[in-house]
């Protein structure tokens, strides 16, 4: 029977929070993505081709890699385990899991094996040409030898397995079957995303993840439906063994597959700038959300989500909790608005994830007591002002010595609530200072904005916006709106 109703968000978040809890462990192909971003202005005199000027670059883990720092930013720990080459691209990846903190004693680095890397050169954006640099061979019998030791020592300690397949080498000629062999035998769920299309090399696992692409290979034929997907991952299912499979399907969003059942999952309408590691963050979030006490529907619409945020990224991304249950919010609506409120430390690494995407963010503040038309006319102008914005609010404590007895009317949990609500605002930080001159020097926002009845210079971290590259806006306020004057107006009436 194919189900369609949408699950609560309720326990979605839930899960999410419990991600702290889960280990995975990951083998598969770890590959190096290297950005080169330029400008192209002439063509060179040497050859009838365009002369890239280059103006950065960028290193990030790809394959395998971008599964294992998918996991550590959504706050779970990996063990990864792989072989790599002794090279710069391997010294560049073991670098980078160990500034993560990722258990690296599985990776095996061999002088006569080359580390894959991938180098993307683009110009305004736009890709222009890929340089790949690779050698796909299987693993030689004291590798394999080696890494099925990495991983049976490391499997107690793991809550899931993930096997992270890019065709170069480390799960072909039956290493795959063997280390799912393992998994079964010690009760573990593993995971597959899987490469070419003989799917019976990861027999018995307990899902594969296949594009809608991929899943019609590896069944010989075209799909495109709701019923195509359900007949060849059903096909699949009786043929390797799988408890179920999970088909992303791009615009689509996502279907869960099981002999007995389906479920197809939509996906939030957003502009897309790179696919680059998307199924990656997939089934990152999906294996995370499965250890953390899911189910399979439910993981599958938190890594749905997932899904929708990366691929909003340009390059290899990855993403943090907060950007997760932000786009869970957008995509159940207000019951889940409290998790746009934040404290400072989840707020700074919010901002940190928002300008990595190349987003503008703002700030203002104040203490919203009672909301009211002048309010909603800020927030309102100053969103318009940038593409994310962070609202400082004022605690009960704050508010009561800046305001005197009385103040405040509302509660800050109950104002914030209402606040997180608002289209217009992106994020609630509390903070219990007279000022917010603290979270403004830890956020440091592109913009800050207040009221025209302020100057630049009496606006409080005005100088450290500025400083760091920033500009201060001040809007004008609507008249005779004021919380004030709407206090005044309901005692009158009283």
Known sequence: MIKHNPPSPEPLHRTIARFGDVTVLVVGDFILDRFVNGVIERISPEAPIPVLHGRGEMSNMGGAGNVVSNIVSLGAAAIAVSVIGADQAG????????????????????????????????ALNQQVLRFDEEEIKPLTSAERAKLIDHFQAALGRADIVILSDYGKG????GVAGELIAICRDAGKPVLVDPKGRDYARYAGATAVTPNRKELGEAVGRKVFGDDEIVAAARDLIAAHDFEFIVATRSEKGMSVVSAEDARHISTQAREVFDVSGAGDTVIASFALSLAAGADRVHAAVVANAAGGVVVGKRGTARLNVEELSGALFRSHGPVAHTDAILDANAAARMVAAWKEEGLTVGFTNGCFDILHAGHVSLLHAARSQCDRLVLGLNSDASVHRLKGPGRPVNNQHDRACVLAALASVDAVVVFEEDTPLKLIEALLPDILVKGADYTIETVVGADVVQKAGGRVVLVDLVAGKSTTNTIGKLRAAN
């Open 91 to 122: 010294n560049n990846m073991m670098r980078m899991l160990g500034e993560i903190g990722v258990d690296t004693d599985g990776l095996l680095q061999r002088s006569d094996r080359i580390t894959s890397s991938k180098s993307r050169f683009s």
């Open 170 to 173: 480390i799960l072909l000629d």
